[in-house]
């Protein structure tokens, strides 16, 4: 079973930043990519970014030049780096993980394991 525990949300103006973090642990067999999901209020789930083991990474269209996914392989974590933040990226941002990196990056499904959330809050 893999754990995901997230961090580093919290409330900030238009334009501020906010760094989260996901820490894994838990036995796993396969590879599992990791990623950021999230959902605001009213809305369907959506992917945010995905990063491989090897560096590789995918953002969706809404955040690409304003977000930044990194790893610390050695420590098992992952970070989203969110600048010149908007009140649309206001959501509970979850980190998930998954054997399939098109499911975390967003181009099907959902993926199979979820973190509990940390929500970010964006003000106008």
């Known amino acids: 079973q893999v754990h995901l525990v997230e961090s580093g949300g919290g409330s900030v103006q238009s334009g501020g930043s906010l760094r989260l973090t996901c820490e894994r642990s838990g036995y796993y067999y396969k590879m599992i990519y990791l990623g950021w999901f999230r959902q605001a209020p009213g809305k369907e789930r959506e992917a945010v970014a995905a990063i491989k083991s090897d560096g590789t990474t995918a953002y969706a269209d809404f955040v690409k030049g304003r977000f930044t996914i990194s790893q610390d392989n050695a420590k098992s974590t992952i970070y989203l780096q969110m600048n010149n933040l908007k009140p649309d990226d206001t959501a509970t941002y979850y980190c998930?993980?998954?054997?399939?990196?098109?499911?975390?990056?967003?181009?099907?499904?959902?993926?199979?394991?979820w973190g509990q959330g940390t929500q970010v809050t964006v003000s106008s």
């Open positions: 998930v993980g998954d054997k399939a990196f098109e499911v975390v990056a967003g181009n099907y499904g959902y993926p199979d394991y």
